[in-house]
């Protein structure tokens, strides 16, 4: 039998080992048949507000700086490639470079890689309090508190040398109201 030209296009199937609640609350959607968000579960009706890919060079190390200093929560990991991790309905997803999908080698052989100036933002309640707090466990800053737009800011790196910025809203800060189509 000749083998099959596509198997070299075929990504690797990687295990995933999801959190037991967030299996739990998969199985019910698919057997009650109801799409988008679960009662209970952390992804609003139509996803999440946002998903971000950073890339790391050391999975662990990463999923602990974001849950333990910046509070998320780890949804699934698969083993050492990839991480989904979720604060509020911001969805992280972590990948290293190498690894299959997202961390796969482009066609011209380049790896995707951490760091540049792309970052998240994350909204404190007192910046000064976090990042007093944040030096005391160790975290690294870009630089010090600076006044933009109506907010205070700080750059934070994350172990791969991607970047966080933290914020506080000042007075004349403007959200826009969230609306999500149906």
């Not at 988008?36 to 952390?42: I, K, L, Q, T």
């Not at 604060?87 to 299959?100: F, K």
């Amino acid at each position: 039998m000749t083998p099959d030209p596509f198997d070299a296009l075929r990504l690797p199937i990687v295990p995933v080992d999801p959190r037991p609640e967030f299996a739990a609350a998969l199985l019910r959607r698919i057997e009650s048949g109801v799409e988008g968000g679960a009662e209970g579960s952390r992804e609003p009706v139509g996803g999440p507000a946002a998903t971000i890919r950073y890339f790391v060079n050391d999975l662990d190390t990463a999923v602990a700086f974001y849950c333990d200093l910046l509070g998320f929560d780890e949804e699934l990991r698969t083993s050492g490639a990839f991480a989904m991790l979720y604060r509020g309905d911001l969805r992280l997803l972590l990948s290293v470079p190498g690894g299959p999908g997202a961390g796969r080698a482009w066609r011209d052989g380049t790896l995707p890689e951490p760091g540049g100036s792309n970052r998240i933002l994350i909204q404190v309640p007192d910046l000064a309090a976090n990042v007093e707090e944040l030096r005391r466990k160790g975290a690294r800053f870009r630089d010090d508190i600076v006044t933009g737009v109506a907010v205070r800011q700080i750059l934070l790196h994350d172990p791969a040398g991607n970047l966080v910025e933290l914020f506080e809203p000042l007075a004349g800060y403007h959200e826009r109201p969230t609306h999500r189509p149906r």
